[in-house]
């Protein structure tokens, strides 16, 4: 059964640290494109990481860049956001995401579509 | 990349055929996506690379573009379709990832 299960959302105070993890099923974690976008509550959707294959290369958004690191154990089918320096601005829920490969130079591809979604994890950043 | 979508809403009967747009800020070719996304539960991707229909979406979903102007289209609007639709663009490497706005449809 194909399924991304989010886990370790909650509330924080400003500064503090979090760690989101995801637990893939169904299909070939190891192959596949991996990535975080949030939702703010009652506003639109944001790109926050990627993480490619075997090769594991990252981006970020500029909003989390050096705060936000995603990595993956591709032996235990699972993907992690450890969410550093944590801001009000961060509140949101954060959806674990499979992503198609798009565009491609002769080096290296990037994610495309984001075709599976986990049901997603709240973080609220308060004091 | 900027990606500027319309209507932020629009309001439709259940028969009707609709069409959302999404302007890109440079041409980013096909590399456009557009998903629904309903209260409650988390985005599903509908179209790929501009006018690829993902497996198990309903023929009355569409979409077509390139370059910096697209559209995604709803014929004959039924009741499970009243939500909100984003687009999201993929071009470059790295990709901005960038989403449009979204475009609530509710019912008339």
């Known amino acids: 059964q194909l399924q991304l299960v989010e886990s370790g959302g909650g509330l924080v105070k400003p500064g503090g640290s979090l760690r989101l993890s995801c637990a893939a099923s169904g299909f070939t974690f190891r192959d596949s494109y991996m990535a975080w976008i949030r939702q703010a509550p009652g506003k639109g959707l944001e790109w926050v990481a990627y993480?490619?294959?075997?090769?594991?290369?990252?981006n970020y958004a500029a909003s989390v860049k050096g705060r936000f690191t995603i990595s993956r154990d591709n032996t235990n089918d699972a993907l992690f956001l450890q969410m550093n320096s944590l801001r009000a601005e961060d509140t949101a829920v954060y959806y674990c995401?499979?992503?198609?490969?798009?565009?491609?130079?002769?080096?290296?591809?990037?994610?495309?579509?984001?075709?599976?979604w986990g049901q997603g994890t709240l973080v609220t950043v308060s004091s | 990349i900027q990606v500027t979508q319309s209507p932020s809403s629009l309001s439709a009967s259940v028969g009707d055929t609709i069409t959302i747009t999404c302007q890109a800020s440079?041409?980013?070719?096909?590399?456009l996506n557009w998903y629904q996304q309903k209260p409650g539960q988390p985005p599903k991707l509908l179209i790929y690379?501009?006018?690829n229909l993902e497996p198990g979406v309903p023929s009355r979903f569409s979409g077509n573009g390139f370059g910096t102007d697209f559209s995604f289209t709803i014929n004959s609007l039924q009741p499970e379709d009243f939500a909100t639709y984003y687009c999201?663009?993929?071009?470059?490497?790295?990709?901005?990832?960038?989403f449009g706005g979204g475009t609530k449809v509710d019912i008339k």
């Open positions: 690379g501009a006018s």
């Open positions: 999201q663009e993929y071009d470059d490497v790295p990709p901005a990832l960038t």
């Open positions: 440079h041409d980013i070719s096909n590399y």
């Open positions: 995401v499979r992503a198609q490969i798009g565009a491609c130079t002769s080096t290296r591809c990037g994610p495309g579509a984001f075709d599976m």
């Open positions: 993480i490619t294959n075997s090769l594991s290369d990252t």
